[in-house]
């Protein structure tokens, strides 16, 4: 159980409010981290949930509720900069304590 | 500090041959991971690497290795080249071993191979 589900595509206007989902399978669980990746750049690091609830990194949040196997990424005041891919990911438990990222939602922003 | 430098940036190869590719981590770091990405597939794991050896192992061929020297930098080789290798290869480099959630990588801009 080491797959995560994304939405692959979002589209929202400059100014607004946009939540990237991301659901995984439960086999042992160590945070879930987010990712952006502009077209030809590498990724970078947002943010990282280790427990339940929200956190907050000036316009991007990021929440997890663990017993739903569920997480968000939102971003808001949606600027046209932020149109980009956005990879959840997790650490596993156990053995092989490899990153595994969600195939990714592109976001486009527009004016 | 310098970011985790990959190198070559691109390449184009033909099927049948092998390349190697460089990583020089962010100094100070020691944890050295590689991904493939492809529009199909995403970001897969390939290894990691700690203190020159090798952690764990994603679900490649061996034809895919690697390895990391003293001084942390890491090369990865992918022998007997098929059409489906070429994709963006992506260093990440981590002060600690991917134990913890918290552990942020930091990634390189990647080589691009082209297998023709």
């Known amino acids: 159980g080491q797959s995560l589900e994304q939405p692959s595509e979002v589209t929202a206007v400059e100014g607004a409010i946009v939540q990237i989902n991301c659901t995984y399978q439960t086999s042992g669980f160590y945070g879930l981290s987010w990712y952006q990746q502009h077209d030809g750049g590498a990724p970078t690091f947002l943010s990282y949930?280790?427990?339940?609830g929200l956190e907050e990194t000036g316009r991007f949040s990021s929440f997890l509720s663990r017993s739903d196997s569920y997480g968000y990424l939102l971003l808001q005041e949606l600027q046209m900069k932020d149109s980009a891919s956005y990879f959840c990911?997790?650490?596993?438990?156990?053995?092989?304590?490899?990153?595994?990222f969600g195939s990714g939602t592109q976001l486009t922003v527009l004016p | 500090k310098a970011g985790v430098t990959q190198t070559p940036r691109y390449l184009i190869k033909t099927r049948g041959q092998q390349v190697t590719l460089s990583c020089s981590p962010i100094s100070g770091h020691r944890s050295v991971s590689w991904y493939q990405q492809t529009p199909g597939q995403g970001l897969q794991f390939l290894f990691e690497?700690?203190?020159?050896?090798?952690?764990n192992k994603g679900n490649f061929p061996g034809r895919f290795s690697g390895r990391q020297f003293s001084n942390s930098r890491s090369e990865m080789n992918v022998s007997t080249l098929e059409l489906g290798d070429s994709a963006l290869y992506l260093c990440?480099?981590?002060?600690?071993?991917?134990?913890?959630?918290?552990?942020?990588?930091?990634f390189g801009a990647g080589s691009r191979l082209t297998v023709l």
């Open positions: 690497y700690f203190s020159e050896t090798q952690r």
């Open positions: 949930n280790a427990l339940d």
């Open positions: 990911a997790r650490f596993s438990s156990g053995s092989a304590r490899q990153l595994t």
């Open positions: 990440a480099s981590s002060e600690r071993p991917g134990s913890s959630g918290a552990n942020v990588l930091t």
